[in-house]
């Protein structure tokens, strides 16, 4: 069997670069200890790694004090802390359809259990919400919008600018959920008008699983929905208020951060850009080589700006699931079938009623023969469904 094409790289990317496995196992074996206050040597060198990468990552989204960049488990954890610290009974949120269950599910939550109201703003045709609709659902109790930067399924970009432009007038707290974006595209926080920005390590920052986090603007008052240890002013009783701990709780993913400090650094070294031009190149020839393959039904834009490096098809008459799963036995070729945990999107493309769709996500170390070697599979499954 050949070696695996991984095409799933909107769930996570894989492989990482060799710096991270590198960096990650020489952090982990020689400074593995709990960061905090004490004076030991090996504590000050990892406490070190923490705060220089809390910067880089501060910088990355142009944010001000690396203070309030906080770690979590990742963006589901992080989404959860700033969707139950904002609201509370009586409040009123307003989000996408383009979401992911990790905002949709703790909204839907606060819904139906706590009184929040929540509005849902659709999008075109070319998969983009319209940042006009935003303020006509605007009302004196909304505090929070919350939109994802770059679709998981359909892949379009979203005018995050526009809509963070109303928010900052109507004094609205505006998140974006940057899980896909941050490590593809540029993520300025003051550029989009963005209070807080939630971001996973695993995909697109090419990092390990287990650890996310927010960066949280000045203004921006999160309530406790948690508390613990955080190894510092140990006598006080209620979690600490000041950040980043007021968002942080127990030991931190110390070889996580390592990861993450790794990651970034490869991206920085490649550039942003060059990566991301790069794996656009490499969509585009997937989407128009699939284009051709008669029995392919194809969910993807024709303009692939604002866009990044996933999409949708089936093949006429078969589930999603199974052509994955011939995808997977007979070519070793890796995607992601179903519903993409983002429900909505699939039903307002119409897709849910038919079980969902296959999706392809290139990654940096994707090549043009891993791509023709996917048209010509799903070519040749097309082709037995005819016969
Ligand atoms: C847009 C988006 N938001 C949130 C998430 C959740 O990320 P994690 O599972 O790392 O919390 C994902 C992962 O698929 C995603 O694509």
């Not at 670069?17 to 709990?34: A, I, K, L, S």
């Not at 605007?138 to 970009?157: Q, R």
């Not at 240890?229 to 127990?250: F, I, N, Q």
Request: glycine share 10%; charged share 25%; aromatic share 8%.
């Amino acid at each position: 069997m050949s070696d695996l094409i991984f095409l799933d790289n909107g769930a996570t990317s894989y492989p990482k670069p060799e710096e991270v496995y590198t960096f990650m196992d020489h952090f982990y074996r020689n400074f593995g200890v709990n960061p905090g206050r004490s004076g030991y040597d090996l504590c000050m060198e990892t406490g070190e790694l923490v705060e220089e990468t809390r910067s880089m990552l501060t910088e990355f989204f142009n944010g001000t004090d690396p203070n309030r960049l906080c770690f979590s488990y990742n963006s589901t954890d992080a989404l959860n802390l700033i969707i139950n610290g904002l609201l509370k009974e009586g409040d009123h949120a307003i989000t996408t359809n383009v979401e992911h269950n990790s905002v949709l599910r703790p909204l839907y939550h606060l819904y139906k259990f706590n009184g929040v109201e929540l509005d849902y703003i659709p999008f075109d045709s070319k998969g983009f919400v319209d940042p006009d609709e935003f303020p006509k659902k605007f009302k004196k109790n909304t505090k929070l919008v919350v939109v994802n930067h770059a679709s998981n399924v359909i892949g379009t970009i979203q005018p995050v600018k526009e809509i963070g432009k109303y928010c900052k007038e109507a004094g609205i707290p505006f998140v974006i959920d940057a899980s896909q974006s941050a490590g593809k595209i540029p993520v300025d926080m003051e550029e989009l008008n963005v209070d807080v920005v939630v971001f996973t390590v695993h995909k697109s920052l090419l990092g390990p699983t287990g650890i996310g986090g927010l960066y949280v603007k000045e203004g921006i008052e999160i309530k406790h929905t948690r508390a613990g240890g955080t190894g510092v002013r140990s006598a006080v009783k209620t979690h600490l208020d000041e950040y980043p701990y007021r968002l942080e709780y127990g030991t931190l993913n110390t070889m996580g951060v390592a990861g993450l400090q790794a990651g970034i650094k490869w991206i920085e070294d490649k550039g942003l850009d060059t990566l991301h031009e790069q794996e656009m190149r490499l969509t585009a020839m997937l989407r128009d080589g699939l284009k051709e393959v008669e029995g392919v039904t194809l969910y993807c834009q024709e303009d692939l700006t604002d866009h990044i490096s996933v999409f949708l098809f089936n093949v006429d008459g078969l589930e999603a699931l199974n052509t994955g799963t011939i995808l997977d036995v007979d070519y070793n070729i890796a995607s992601r079938t179903g519903l993409h945990c983002a429900p909505l999107v699939h039903e307002q493309i119409g897709t849910a009623e038919i079980h969902g769709a296959v999706r392809f996500g290139v990654g940096p170390f994707n090549t043009e023969e891993h791509i023709a070697t996917a048209i010509q599979a799903v070519k040749e499954i097309a082709e037995s469904r005819r016969k």
